[in-house]
């Protein structure tokens, strides 16, 4: 896929990974839509080069008036990246109280059925769109977690919906293989982020202590740049990426 002049969607674009992602692309030469809730943060955010729209990936009827708005503006959707996420720690079982269901519901309802709400919304509008020669119509981003497989305590929700985004990568990926659209995802471990932010220091710093070289947080570029990649990459199919600097 040739970023230059192609139409990107990305999730959680008012900061941390999908900020990096939505400003790496542009720069690439991709007309760039962020989404997320805050759409005077988004706007902020984004500036003026890029087109800002408030979406709640966890309501369709609001993914759907998102990717509509999109198709209007841009007459297509080659890109879809999933960042927006939420984390939700709570123990299963803390001081005689049960994890609270809503706040389960929640992180799973954004994380997992929003990144399949943006999903099926995109990869319907990407079936319109004339194939490359190579027979390529679009390309699907997602954001796992290293939590996916070595969740830390609290952390029962937000694995179990990243967990859930590796697990439904490879059916996707073989789903939409037949509209000339790719699935990918990405499973980074500790970067510099909002999430990693509202970690106690000490949490975060075990965490640095179990990486290899180098061993530091990763950069948010450092992602996009991975996200960059994957889109010109045309092999790179139906596979989640781990990008955890060898965190175990």
């Known amino acids: 896929m040739n970023l230059k002049n192609a139409v990107v969607v990305v999730t959680g674009a008012a900061s941390g990974l999908g900020l990096a992602t939505c400003q790496r692309l ?3 030469g991709a007309r760039v839509v962020g989404f997320d809730l805050d759409q005077s943060k988004l706007s902020e955010a984004l500036g ?3 087109m800002a729209i408030a979406v709640d990936v ?3 009827s609001s993914v759907k008036e998102g990717i509509d708005a999109v198709v209007d503006r841009y007459g297509a959707i ?3 990246v999933n960042c927006a996420g939420i984390l939700g720690p709570c123990k299963t079982v803390s001081k005689g109280q049960l994890f609270p269901s809503d706040v389960w519901n929640r992180v799973l309802s954004v994380n997992l059925t929003g990144t399949f709400n943006v999903i099926r919304h995109a990869a319907l509008a990407m079936t319109h769109n004339e194939p490359a020669e190579t027979g390529e119509r679009g390309v699907i981003i997602n954001t796992s977690s290293g939590a996916a497989r070595q969740g830390q305590m609290g952390q029962a929700a937000y694995s179990a919906s990243k967990a859930g985004v590796i697990g439904m990568t490879l059916p996707i ?3 939409l293989a037949e509209h000339g659209i790719r699935v990918v995802s990405v499973a980074p ?3 510099e982020s909002g999430m990693s932010a509202g970690m106690p220091p000490k949490v975060s710093d ?3 202590e179990k990486m290899l070289f180098p061993r530091r947080m990763g950069k948010p570029d450092e992602f996009a740049a991975l996200v960059e990649h994957i ?3 045309a092999y790179l199919n139906a596979l989640t990426i781990d990008m955890d600097c060898g965190t175990r």
Do not use: T, W
């Open 26 to 28: 542009a720069a690439a």
């Open 189 to 191: 471990g500790l970067f």
């Open 58 to 60: 966890a309501n369709e």
């Open 78 to 80: 080659h890109v879809a």
């Open 231 to 233: 889109i010109g990459n």
């Open 173 to 175: 990926a073989r789903d």
């Open 48 to 50: 003026r080069e890029m």
């Open 206 to 208: 075990a965490l640095v």
